[in-house]
């Protein structure tokens, strides 16, 4: 699922009051934003699978050479994307490890976890919301972590049919809650942008979130952060602490 409010994620111009929960899960977000190309026209200009061979700049426009042919336009966007390529860390042996090797953004939905061991590599964005998932699938997981991360109470709820309809009959409700979320999330920028006495506030909310969660003082320890709160990215989750703290879960702090 993703770690923004739906309602927020969504694009201004094209708002969805259907969100199933406020933080919608991957398959909702992927469903919209087809509906949204589809709406606006994008897909049918979309060309998939066409390698891009040539771009040249010509007589006030882009010249381009691609596997389906030559294409010309006013404007090139190189919009590749940071992620799109998954690297997988170079591990000693893993070359030879008899297992699947699986990485989050080229997950294996036929992989059969129950009764498995799964050691996953990263306590980030995705490894806090995949190791829950794990351990409630059955599987004995082992998390190797280099270094803790500073979670914050994720919270969010399902949404009732009652307010879907609501937002969907009220638009101005639905662009209402839009800017509530828009100013609740540029106020805790300040935690993370130097601001002292909100940094201080958020680092006392996020430790005694992790006090609440885990008991044990040593596993405590490990998962308490070694640096400033904001100097990477912060984690929401409710569910992450109490699977670690749980025996279907080994943190390896190193």
């Not at 040249?56 to 389906?68: I, N, S």
């Not at 609740?184 to 300040?190: D, L, N, S």
Request: glycine share 8%; with cysteine.
């Amino acid at each position: 699922a993703c770690d923004v409010p739906a309602h927020l994620y969504s694009l201004a111009r094209h708002p969805w009051p259907h969100w199933s929960r406020e933080f919608a899960p991957g398959s909702e977000i992927q469903a919209y934003l087809r509906r949204v190309a589809a709406v606006a026209g994008i897909d049918r200009s979309i060309r998939f699978d066409t390698a891009l061979h040539q771009a040249r700049w010509h007589d006030g426009g882009w010249e381009l050479q691609t596997a389906g042919g030559a294409l010309r336009g006013r404007m090139l966007i190189l919009a590749c994307g940071r992620l799109t390529e998954p690297a997988v860390p170079d591990v000693h042996g893993l070359a030879t490890f008899p297992g699947p090797v699986v990485h989050s953004a080229r997950w294996d939905p036929s992989l059969e976890l129950a009764g498995t061991r799964v050691a996953v590599v990263g306590t980030g964005a995705s490894g806090v919301q995949l190791v829950p998932e794990l351990a409630r699938r059955g599987a004995a997981v082992t998390v190797f972590q280099r270094s803790a991360p500073w979670v914050l109470p994720r919270g969010g709820r399902t949404y009732t049919d009652a307010e879907r309809a609501r937002f969907a009959s009220h638009p101005e409700v639905l662009a209402a809650l839009r800017d509530d979320l828009f100013r609740e999330g540029e106020a805790r920028h300040a935690s993370r942008a130097g601001d002292a006495a909100a940094a201080a506030a958020a680092t006392d909310q996020a430790l005694a979130h992790l006090h609440a969660q885990v008991s044990d003082p040593t596993l405590r320890e490990w998962l308490t952060p070694d640096y400033a709160f904001g100097c990477k990215r912060v984690l929401l989750s409710d569910d992450f602490y109490p699977a670690v703290a749980s025996d279907a879960v080994t943190l390896e702090p190193s």
